[in-house]
């Protein structure tokens, strides 16, 4: 059983692309609210090598300056790192007329093609070619892309977010058709507006750039973990617990909210903060794993988790990536009655879950396994927890701060 507060980090997806944005002007950008996460340290690394200045500072700041970026092309043992690296594609061919990169890495949770990417860039005028391992966008004669009309086959939020911060340094008016509106997403387009961009439309799905000749520096604060809330909320729930959940985006965590209501759960919404109780007798529910505003993918395989511990039988759909089960091998190992076909995933509960040593398969998957451990009879021990630690600040501290069992070796 969970009890005491939490307080949430700044959210990784906004951090990673905020980053990136620095490299679009020559002026200082500084960070608020930057989680100490290895996906920022690898993408700090990242920009540095690009001959960015990249420094820590107390407090969970950050200043980024990228005036003397002179490397266009991204080393690709750091760009394989994590997905998020490939954004400094959009900004580097806009102001820069050239970038290269290795297709990036991340979790392996589906097939994560970066088609969309590249399409908008070609939309703009940009030539696209496959050098070797690399792909190498470019501008005719090193000019500047061309505002146009761009389609997104997908509503990617990276490539949403890639394809905006090319199109804000580029000469006329873009419209992104088809683009994601994750908060992350909105979060950018707030900051790259205070940076001198002409941003409208922002949380729509069609979002209007009008391009300018330069950007200035600005100070942004990277908004809290909505998946990070997530987490806790739904740790709360399954252990019976009662967390106070402090910095939680409460107004973009609405499908998790009701989904957990309807399992049962007791939550009261504050502004800023969550009160989440565990109720007694969890109910199943089913859901769908769907682009925002639906249920996060990043929190399909928690809710998981929780469901285990929920009576009756719960039907999950993955719509976003076609590889997140990969938790559902390891729940099994801990007993849980769990299969899975395809993209989704039929849970039995509840059981009682027994101690077991597993992986964390990914971040979001490791979060599974470790909830499932809070609940489980007997310790368990959970191999790779370097997925844990590329998205979630101090996990470990924060559950034991709120009572859990749990060491680090
Ligand atoms: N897709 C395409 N073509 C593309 C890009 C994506 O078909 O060019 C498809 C993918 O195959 C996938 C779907 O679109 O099926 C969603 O991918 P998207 O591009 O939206 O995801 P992403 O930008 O790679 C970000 C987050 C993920 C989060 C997803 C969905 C970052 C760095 N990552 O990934 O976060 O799950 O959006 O919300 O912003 C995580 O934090 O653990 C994580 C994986």
Do not use: W
């Not at 088609?115 to 190498?136: C, K, P, W």
């Not at 509503?155 to 683009?179: E, F, Y």
């Amino acid at each position: 059983m969970l009890r005491g507060a939490v307080r949430i980090s700044g959210a990784k997806n906004h951090a990673l692309a905020a980053m990136c944005a620095a490299l679009l002007t020559d002026e200082d950008v500084i960070l608020t609210n930057v989680p100490e996460i290895s996906d920022t340290e690898t993408l700090g690394d990242l920009l540095r090598s690009l001959g960015a200045v990249v420094e820590r500072q107390p407090g969970g700041r950050m200043r980024l300056n990228a005036a003397g970026v002179n490397v266009f092309e991204a080393p690709t043992e750091l760009i394989t790192e994590n997905r998020a690296s490939f954004q400094i594609m959009g900004p580097l061919l806009a102001r820069h007329g050239y970038a290269a990169s290795a297709p990036p890495g991340g979790d392996v949770i589906g097939q994560r093609p970066i088609d969309v990417h590249l399409s908008g860039f070609e939309a703009m005028g940009a030539i696209v070619s496959r050098q070797n391992e690399r792909f190498v966008a470019e501008t005719p004669r090193n000019g500047r892309l061309k505002g146009a009309r761009v389609f997104m086959d997908y509503p990617s939020v990276s490539g949403t977010q890639n394809v905006m911060m090319a199109a804000v340094a580029a000469t006329g008016h873009t419209t992104i058709v088809n683009a994601a509106t994750e908060p992350e997403v909105q979060e950018l387009a707030h900051m790259l507006n205070a940076m001198g961009a002409m941003i409208s439309g922002i949380g729509s799905q069609m979002i209007e750039v009008t391009g300018v000749n330069s950007l200035r520096g600005a100070t942004a604060r990277i908004m809290p973990d909505r998946i990070e809330a997530g987490t806790f909320a739904i740790a709360a729930a399954m252990t019976g617990g009662q967390v106070e959940i402090q910095d939680a985006p409460v107004p973009v965590l609405d499908a998790l909210i009701n989904k957990l209501r309807l399992a049962g759960a007791r939550i009261e919404a504050g502004e800023g903060c969550l009160l989440v109780a565990g109720g007694n007798d969890l109910r199943a529910v089913s859901f769908q794993a769907l682009p925002y505003p639906g249920l996060a993918t990043d929190l399909h395989a928690p809710m998981a988790a929780l469901l285990t511990q929920a009576s009756g039988v719960s039907i999950i759909h993955e719509r976003v990536f076609d590889n997140r089960m990969l938790y559902v091998g390891e729940l099994r190992k801990m007993g849980a009655e769990i299969v899975s076909t395809g993209s989704s995933a039929i849970v039995s509960g509840p059981t009682r879950l027994h101690g077991a040593h597993v992986r964390a398969l990914d971040v979001r998957a490791g979060a599974s396994v470790l909830l499932a451990a809070l609940v489980a009879q007997g310790p368990t021990v959970i191999d790779d927890v370097y997925h844990l630690d590329r998205g979630y600040e101090r996990l470990d501290e924060k559950l034991r701060a709120l009572g859990a069992g749990i060491e680090r070796a």
